[in-house]
C-alpha cells in the first residue's frame, strides 16, 4: 500500500484510529485499472460517494500518483493504492465492491470484439484474485467485450467453486446514460426525467433499446426509432471516432460506472426498489446471459425483470442480438476452458 493504512496517522496510531472509526460505517470498493482514462475519474468520484469508507486503487502502473493525488481530497472515504500484480491481494482482501476497468480500449476501426484477445486474459487474472481474496464481494466489470467477459469472469469463479450469479455484474449503464440523454433530446425533456429499458448486451446491434416502454410513456415516429435506435447502439463507436485513435469513452463512463456502483452500494445498505439494467447471468431468454432490468438488494441481484411486451420492431432487434449475443457468450466460455 502506497499511503497509510486505516489504523495509523501520519505521526502513528493514536489520532489515526479516530479516522478508521469515522469511517467504518460504508462500504470497502477496489477499482482494478485505476488510473486509466476511467479508473481516474472513477477514482475521483468514487471518493466523493458518502457510501465509500474505503477506497483501493490497482493498477499495474501510475498508482501511487493518482493515489497520492486522490487521497487528498477531504472526503470520508480512506485511500489506498496497490501497483502490480504482486500487490493484488492487498488490493482485493475485505471488499464489498470490485470495479473493474481495466484492459485496452477501441482505436477507430476496431470492434469491442476486437479487444477480447489482451482483455479476456487480464479479466481472467484479476477474477481469479477476486476468487482467492474476496468470494463474496460484488464485482461490476466494464471491461470489454463485456458480452464475453463476464462469461469469463462466471467462468472463473465456477472453476474456483465461487460464483454466484447475484453477484456478478456487467456494466451496460452507459448504454442507458446514452439512451436517456438523446431520447430526451428529441422529446424536448430534461434528460433526468427520462428512463429507457436498455436490453441484451453491450456492443453494436446486442445493445437492444427498448423505446416502446420509455418513460414518460410516449410515442416515436418511425423515422425517430431509427435515429434513436442508431445512435444508442453506435454511441460507443461515435465517441471512438471523435477521440481519433486516443481511446474510447471515459468521462461519461466514469459516470455511468459511478451511477451504477452507487446503486449496487444503496442495494448492499438495504434500501427497497433499486432497478438498474446490467449484463446478468440470466433466464429471461434462452441465453445463459443477458442485460435486462434488475432489483438490487443485500445479496446482489436479488430480481431479474422479465422484458415486458415488445413491439414488432423490438422482437426483430431482439433476435438478431440473441444470435450476436450467443458466439460471444460461448467465447468468453471457451477461453476459459479451453
Ligand atoms: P485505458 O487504457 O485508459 O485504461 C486501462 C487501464 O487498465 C490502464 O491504466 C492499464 O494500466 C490498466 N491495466 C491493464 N492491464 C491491467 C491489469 N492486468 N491489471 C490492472 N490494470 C490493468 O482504457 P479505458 O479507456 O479506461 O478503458 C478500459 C476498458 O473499459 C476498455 O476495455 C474499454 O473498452 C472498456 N469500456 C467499457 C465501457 C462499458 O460501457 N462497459 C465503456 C467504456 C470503456
Ligand atoms: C462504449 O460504449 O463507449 C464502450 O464500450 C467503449 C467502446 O469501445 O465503444
Redesign the pocket.
Known amino acids: 500500500p502506497s499511503n497509510n493504512s486505516p489504523t495509523e496517522g501520519p505521526l502513528g496510531l493514536e489520532r489515526g484510529i479516530c479516522r478508521a472509526k469515522g469511517g467504518s460505517a460504508g462500504f470497502k470498493v477496489a477499482i482494478?485499472?485505476?488510473?486509466?482514462?476511467?479508473?481516474?475519474p472513477l477514482a475521483m468520484l468514487m471518493k466523493m460517494n458518502p457510501l465509500v469508507s474505503v477506497l483501493h486503487l490497482?493498477?499495474?502502473?501510475?498508482t501511487p500518483g493518482v493515489t497520492a493525488d486522490i487521497s487528498h481530497m477531504d472526503t470520508g472515504a480512506v485511500v489506498r493504492g496497490f501497483l502490480g500484480?504482486q500487490q493484488?491481494e492487498g488490493a482485493l482482501t475485505g471488499m464489498d465492491l470490485v470495479i473493474?476497468?481495466?484492459?485496452?480500449?477501441?482505436k477507430p476501426g476496431m470492434t469491442?470484439d476486437d479487444?477480447f484477445n489482451?482483455?479476456a486474459?487480464?479479466v481472467k487474472?484479476?477474477c481469479e484474485g477476486i476468487a482467492k481474496c474476496c468470494p463474496k464481494a460484488i464485482v461490476n466489470?466494464?471491461?470489454?467485450?463485456?458480452n464475453s467477459?463476464v462469461p469469463i469472469a462466471a467462468e472463473v469463479f465456477k472453476k474456483a467453486g465461487t460464483f454466484d450469479p447475484k453477484r456478478l455484474l456487467?456494466?451496460?449503464?452507459?448504454?442507458v446514460v446514452r439512451a436517456n440523454t438523446f431520447v430526451a433530446e428529441v422529446l424536448g425533456l430534461d434528460p433526468r426525467e427520462v428512463d429507457v429499458p436498455v436490453v441484451g448486451g453491450?456492443a453494436g446491434v446486442t445493445i437492444l433499446p427498448l423505446l416502446s416502454q420509455v418513460k414518460p410513456p410516449c410515442s416515436f415516429t418511425q423515422k425517430e426509432i431509427d435515429y434513436l435506435t442508431d445512435r444508442i447502439q453506435n454511441g460507443?463507436t461515435e465517441?471512438v471516432e471523435a477521440k481519433a485513435g486516443a481511446?474510447?469513452?471515459?468521462l461519461?463512463?466514469a459516470y455511468?460506472?459511478v451511477k451504477f456502483a452507487d446503486a449496487c452500494l444503496r442495494g448492499l445498505r438495504g434500501d427497497a426498489g433499486i432497478v438498474e439494467c446490467s449484463y446478468v447471468a440470466s433466464h429471461v431468454t434462452e441465453l445463459p446471459f443477458f442485460a435486462s432490468k434488475v432489483r438490487l438488494g443485500r445479496t446482489g441481484v436479488e430480481e431479474i425483470h422479465a422484458l415486458g411486451p415488445l413491439n414488432e420492431y423490438e422482437r426483430v432487434g431482439l433476435e438478431k442480438a440473441k444470435k450476436e449475443l450467443a458466439a460471444s457468450i460461448q467465447k468468453g466460455v471457451s477461453f476459459v476452458n479451453k
Not at 490497482?58 to 501510475?62: F, H, T
Not at 456487467?170 to 448504454?175: A, H, N, P
Open positions: 482494478l485499472g485505476a488510473a486509466g482514462g476511467i479508473g481516474q490497482y493498477d499495474v502502473v501510475n500484480q493484488l473493474i476497468p481495466a484492459g485496452v480500449p477501441r469491442r479487444l489482451i482483455n486474459g487480464i487474472t484479476l466489470l466494464i471491461s470489454n467485450p463485456v467477459t456487467g456494466v451496460t449503464m452507459l448504454d453491450h460507443g465517441v481511446g474510447s469513452a471515459t461519461s463512463m455511468a460506472a
